[in-house]
């Protein structure tokens, strides 16, 4: 196949045997071809125009600013490839957020590598790729006349922010959050002190008490 027939992808993720593993995955498509990889938000933001991608491959925890950010700025941005956000954050809590900001599917990195390209060929083709999960979960949203995600507290946080109060429900300290997102422990402190000022929340031991219970909950509280 000649390369103007191929479908030009953008890998951006921050861990180099992700993005081994993806390309490895996806350039044995015949019709597949990665034009660039990036590490964080800012080196994609710097080469997506040049590349031109068909399609961005999008992770959610990047360094310094998160997919979803990032995201954001490219709607404000436009032309850019479609975007398909492929993370191991869970979908219950990121799907439908990704999607409002943009994104035209959202998949597991734990998925096996054909629901990855089928994904890829679904949001190419036109569609908008969930999960059969997620599926059924903003339809009823829809039928009820309600967004599923909009009954959650956590719908006043950031992106970040929402990543850190995930991690806190995990069991999670503020030095394992900030290595994990390549933070400082200064700058986690504030996104703590930020969530328990959104969420009406006093204390450490409160922050930690509902982070639990939502994530135990599934994001439905």
């Known amino acids: 196949?000649?390369?103007?027939?191929?479908?030009?992808?953008?890998l951006v993720d921050d861990h180099p045997l992700i993005r081994k593993g993806l390309r490895l995955t996806l350039e044995s498509e015949t019709d597949f071809m990665i034009c660039g990889e990036a590490g964080s938000a800012e080196e994609a933001a710097a080469i997506i125009p040049e590349l031109a991608p068909d399609i961005?491959?999008?992770?959610?925890?990047?360094?310094?600013?998160s997919g979803l950010d990032m995201l954001h700025q490219l709607e404000s941005n436009r032309p850019h490839g479609l975007v398909l956000v492929v993370s191991r954050r869970d979908e219950i809590l990121?799907?439908?957020?990704?999607?409002?900001?943009?994104?035209?599917?959202?998949?597991m990195k734990s998925e096996?590598?054909?629901?990855?390209?089928?994904?890829?060929?679904?949001?190419l083709s036109g569609g908008i790729h969930v999960s059969a999960a997620i599926n059924e979960r903003l339809l009823q949203g829809i039928a009820s006349g309600q967004h599923s995600f909009n009954q959650s507290p956590a719908e006043a946080l950031s992106t970040r922010e929402l990543e850190v109060f995930e991690m806190i429900g995990q069991g999670m300290g503020t030095r394992e959050i900030a290595d994990d997102l390549e933070l400082s422990i200064k700058t986690v402190e504030s996104y703590r002190a930020r969530i328990k000022m959104k969420l009406n929340l006093t204390n450490a031991a409160e922050l930690v008490q509902h982070a639990v219970q939502w994530s135990e909950s599934g994001a439905a509280y």
Not at 112 to 121: G, K, N, Q, S, T
């Open 56 to 65: 961005i491959m999008l992770d959610i925890s990047l360094p310094r600013q």
């Open 1 to 10: 196949m000649q390369a103007l027939d191929m479908k030009r992808i953008l």
């Open 112 to 123: 096996a590598p054909r629901e990855l390209v089928a994904a890829i060929r679904k949001v």
């Open 94 to 107: 990121y799907a439908e957020r990704a999607i409002r900001a943009g994104a035209r599917g959202y998949v």
